[in-house]
C-alpha cells in the first residue's frame, strides 16, 4: 500500500493551526419521502442501508460558488478577519468546467487579488485542501489561508438513478488556517494522502472533459455526452473502510496517539455503515464518530467541515479534544488528518 507523505505539521517550523470554522447549507429540504415518490426506493432502505433521512438540495440557479460565498464569508467572521492571502477550494461540481471557482469566490468575498485555486479530489477533496493550504503556510506562500469544501452534486445526479440520488446533498463547509506553531492547540498535526487510479470507472462523471466530450453535433455517432455522477457503489463501500481505516491508522502513528485516546473521529459522510466499520477497525467506540450525514447526506468535499460545523456548534467536539479526519473519495483517492480542537467561535 502507498501513502503519499508530506513532511508538514508536526516537526516542521511553520505549521497551519485552525482558527475559524463556518458553514452553509440550501434552504431546500429533501426528504426521503419526497424522493420515493418519484425513485422506486422507500425511507425505510434509504435509512437502514445508508442512516440518511434527510438532504439540502440548491434551487436551480444556486451554483457552489453561492453556497461556498456563504460558508466563507461565515468563517472569515469565525476567524475574526478577512484577512487571507490564498483561497483553496475542494469541489466536483465547479460553476464552470473553466475557469476554476476559487478566484470568483475570493473576488465575490472582497479579498482583493489574492491567489486561488480549485482542488479536484472528489469526496478526499477538503482534506487534500488542507494538505495544499498547510503547504503554502509551511514555505511562507501563505500567512493565513481560507479553505472551503463546497458542492451542488443535485446539478449532476441523475434523476432516475436511485442508487445515486438518495445519496447525495448540496452544502459548503470552510475554515481559516493561519501560520503557527505545531505544538499550538488547532495545529494540523500532518498528513496521509494517497490514490489508485486503477478504480477511476467506480465513480465517475463520464462525459464532459476531454475524454468523452460534449457532443458537437455533425461528429458522426455523435451522442449526448453522459454528464451525470455514476458510482458502483457496494465496491466503493468496500475500498472506503479499508482505505479510511488505514489512513486514519498511518495518521494516529504520526501524530503518536492511540486510538482510544481519540476525541472525536470525523470521517467522511458516505454511510454510517461505513463510519461505524471504520471506528471498528481502529477499535474506536462508535459513539466517538461524528455523524451529521442524517441530515445532510454525502456531501463530497463538503461534507468534513460541515461535520465539523455541526459537531462543534452541537458543543460536542469542545477545546482541547483530540479529532481525527478521514476521507475516501472518486479517483480513488483518500486522506487524514489530525488536530487538537483549538478554543474558536463557529459561525
Ligand atoms: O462519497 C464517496 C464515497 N461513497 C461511498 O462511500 C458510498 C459507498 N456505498 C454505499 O454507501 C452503499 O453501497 C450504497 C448505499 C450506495 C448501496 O448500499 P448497499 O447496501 O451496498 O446496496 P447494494 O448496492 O448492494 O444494493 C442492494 C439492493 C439491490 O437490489 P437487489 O440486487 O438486491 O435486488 C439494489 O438494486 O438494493 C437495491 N437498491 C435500492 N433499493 C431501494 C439500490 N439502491 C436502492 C434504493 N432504494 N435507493
Known amino acids: 500500500m502507498s501513502h503519499g507523505h508530506l513532511p508538514l505539521g508536526q516537526g516542521a517550523g511553520r505549521a497551519a493551526v485552525l482558527t475559524g470554522l463556518g458553514s452553509f447549507v440550501p434552504p431546500r429540504v429533501v426528504t426521503n419521502e419526497e424522493l420515493s415518490r418519484t425513485l422506486d426506493t422507500t425511507d425505510e432502505w434509504i435509512r437502514t442501508r445508508t442512516g440518511i433521512t434527510r438532504r439540502h438540495w440548491a434551487d436551480p440557479g444556486t451554483a ?23 483561497v483553496v477550494l475542494a469541489t466536483t461540481t465547479p460553476d464552470h468546467p473553466c475557469p476554476a471557482t476559487a478566484p470568483d469566490v475570493a473576488s465575490r468575498l472582497g479579498l482583493g487579488n489574492v491567489a486561488a485555486y ?20 509551511a514555505t511562507g506562500t501563505a500567512e493565513r489561508v481560507l479553505v472551503i469544501g463546497a458542492e451542488t452534486y443535485s446539478t449532476i445526479l441523475d434523476p432516475d438513478d436511485r442508487t445515486t440520488s438518495v445519496i447525495f446533498g448540496d452544502g459548503a463547509g470552510a475554515v481559516v488556517l493561519r501560520a503557527g506553531d505545531p505544538t499550538e492547540q488547532g495545529a494540523l498535526l500532518g498528513y496521509d494522502l494517497g490514490s ?29 455526452a453522459d454528464t451525470y455522477f455514476t458510482m458502483q457503489g457496494k465496491q466503493v463501500f468496500r475500498h472506503a473502510v479499508t482505505r479510511m481505516a488505514a489512513s486514519s491508522r498511518a495518521m494516529l502513528d504520526r501524530s503518536g496517539w492511540a486510538p482510544e485516546t481519540v476525541d472525536w473521529f470525523v470521517g467522511h459522510q458516505a454511510n454510517v455503515r461505513i ?10 467506540a462508535r459513539d466517538r464518530t461524528v455523524v451529521n450525514l442524517d441530515r445532510v447526506g454525502n456531501t463530497s468535499a463538503a461534507s468534513i467541515p460541515l461535520a465539523l460545523a455541526d459537531a462543534v456548534s452541537g ?3 469542545t477545546p482541547g479534544d483530540r479529532v481525527l479526519m478521514s476521507a475516501f473519495g472518486g479517483g480513488v483517492t483518500w486522506g487524514s488528518t489530525a488536530l487538537v480542537w483549538p478554543d474558536i467561535a463557529v459561525q
Open 315 to 317: 458543543g460536542l467536539i
Open 64 to 86: 457552489t460558488g453561492d453556497l461556498a460565498v456563504a460558508a466563507g464569508e461565515r468563517a472569515l467572521k469565525s476567524a475574526g478577519s478577512a484577512d487571507v492571502d490564498l
Open 196 to 224: 489508485d487510479g486503477s478504480l477511476k470507472d467506480l465513480i465517475i462523471v463520464p462525459g464532459g472533459g476531454s475524454r468523452q466530450r460534449t457532443t458537437q453535433a455533425d461528429e458522426p455517432g455523435a451522442r449526448p
Open 275 to 284: 463510519l461505524h466499520a471504520v471506528a471498528d477497525q481502529l477499535g474506536m
Open 118 to 137: 480549485d482542488i479536484a479530489a472528489v469526496c478526499s477533496g477538503f482534506v487534500y485542501a488542507l494538505a495544499s493550504a498547510a503547504g503554502a503556510i
